[in-house]
Every structure is written in C-alpha cells, then in structure tokens.
C-alpha cells in the first residue's frame, strides 16, 4: 500500500478547508489524524476517499491517480465516514450484502466480517434496534467488508460508552495489524492505544507529522502537546 497526497487544496467558497497538504504513507501502520474542529479533517479523508473532489493536487493510490481510477481506488479503500451513515430498516446481514454485492464480495465474507467486529450475537436484528456501538462495528464491517489496503475511519468511537470505545478499539487494532488506517480522533488515549505516527492539521495546514513520542516532545502529555501546536504555536 502506499499513498501520496500532493499539494492537495480545497475551499468552499472563500473558506480553506485545506490549504497545501503533502503526505506519503508506505507502511502499514495506525495513523491518527488530530486537530482542531474545523481543521479540516474530513476534508482531507473525504478527498481521499473520492467523495469530494480537492480544487488542486492530486492524490496517487498504490501509483494510481485516484480520481483519474476511481473504480480500483473505491475497491481498495474502506471508509467508516463520520456520523456513520447506515440504512437503518435494512438487518444487518441485508445491509452487509447489499454491500457485499455493491463490491462484488462474496456472501462467505459477511459471516466472516460479522464475526470480526463482534457482532455475531446480533446478527439477526434490525440496524434502528442496535445500539450506538454496535451500529459502530456495523459501520466498521461495511468499511472492511472489501478487504481494503487502505482504511479511513473518521472519529470512529464518537459517542460511545467507555466499555464500547475499548471493544471498537481492539477491533481497530486487530484490524491494523495487516492494513493500513487513517483515523480521525479527538481522544488523546485513542492515539496513544492505536497509532505509531499522528498527523496534525490545523487550519487546513499541516503542522506535525512524525511518530507519536516525537509528537509529544518535551510536553507532559499528548494533550499538551495537541494545545501547544494549536493555541500557542511553539
Ligand atoms: P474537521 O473535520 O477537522 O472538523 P472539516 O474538514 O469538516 O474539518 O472542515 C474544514 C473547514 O471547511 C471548516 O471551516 C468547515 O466549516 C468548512 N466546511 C466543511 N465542509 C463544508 C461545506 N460542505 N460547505 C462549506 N464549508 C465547509
């Protein structure tokens, strides 16, 4: 897997959403995506996902252009958008083959993709009738249902009760053993549990991008180190 992102720009109307952003990954790791509301997060991985398209720059998926291969681009990307978008009256196997068939997946793989995000005692219900979390690890099966290389999740444990955010977690962790993940979080002890490299945009520009100990710095904590980037800018 590799991805590069060039000098990638967009605006609504007179607003920069992202302003000249570079970033290559080449190795399977967890990367967490921090900063600010507005900063222009999911922007960023809605650009790459192909969901919007950026004003300037391009974005070369496994040295493809992605939106010149939108096709092979969308096959080997998951997304788990923000707000996790779901058919609510659709069952959770109707939902997952549906998407199966959208992907041309095997109806084999919805077994295996429920039994990995942890929702086999729910399998049968309804997807209005689950819970917050469980709707979560729905949203995350549609997302690898395709045995994507590239995963994005976009604040993926939002809303979710402590017990839930560590179950989602572990499933994420699993799932990043062998893929690589782009996450947008808010949660500091996310980064810490998950990444090995945090991207820190702010602003629509970029200010960090290292692994997580070089991130921290010679700050306390990553939540100091998150404002001084942010508010104070040393
Ligand atoms: P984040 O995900 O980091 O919170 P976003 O990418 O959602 O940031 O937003 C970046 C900037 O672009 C913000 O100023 C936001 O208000 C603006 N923005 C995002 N989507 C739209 C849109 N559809 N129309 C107008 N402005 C938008």
Redesign the pocket.
């Known amino acids: 897997m590799s991805l590069q992102i060039i000098n990638l720009k967009k605006k ?2 007179e ?1 920069i ?1 992202l302003n000249n952003i570079n970033i290559s990954i080449d190795n399977n790791e967890i990367i967490g995506l921090l ?1 600010p ?7 960023l991985m809605k650009s790459i996902t192909g969901v919007i398209r950026p004003d300037e720059g391009s974005i070369i998926f496994n040295d493809k252009n992605i939106f010149e291969n939108e096709i092979y681009s969308k096959k080997q990307i998951g997304f788990l958008p923000e707000n996790n978008p779901l058919y609510m009256e659709m069952y959770i196997k109707e939902y997952l083959l549906f998407v199966a068939n959208l992907h041309g997946v095997s109806e084999n793989r919805i077994d295996e993709v429920i039994e990995l995000v942890g929702i086999t005692p729910e399998k049968s219900k309804k997807i209005s009738q689950l819970s917050k979390g469980y709707k979560q690890r729905v949203g995350l099966a549609q997302a690898i249902l395709h045995q994507p290389d590239l995963l994005i999740l976009d604040e993926p444990t939002n809303g979710l009760d402590p017990n839930q955010i560590l179950e989602i977690r572990n499933v994420i962790k699993e799932i990043g053993k062998e893929k690589t993940i782009i996450l947008s979080t808010h949660i500091m002890q996310e980064v810490e549990a998950l990444c090995t490299r945090v991207i820190l945009i702010h602003e629509g520009n970029i200010l960090q991008d290292c692994p997580i100990d070089q991130f921290q710095g010679k700050y306390n904590s990553l939540e100091e180190a998150f404002t001084h980037y942010t508010i104070n800018k040393d």
Do not use: I, V
């Not at 509301?37 to 922007?43: E, F, L, Q, R, V």
């Open positions: 609504y109307g607003q959403a900063g509301n507005g900063a222009g997060k999911s922007t």
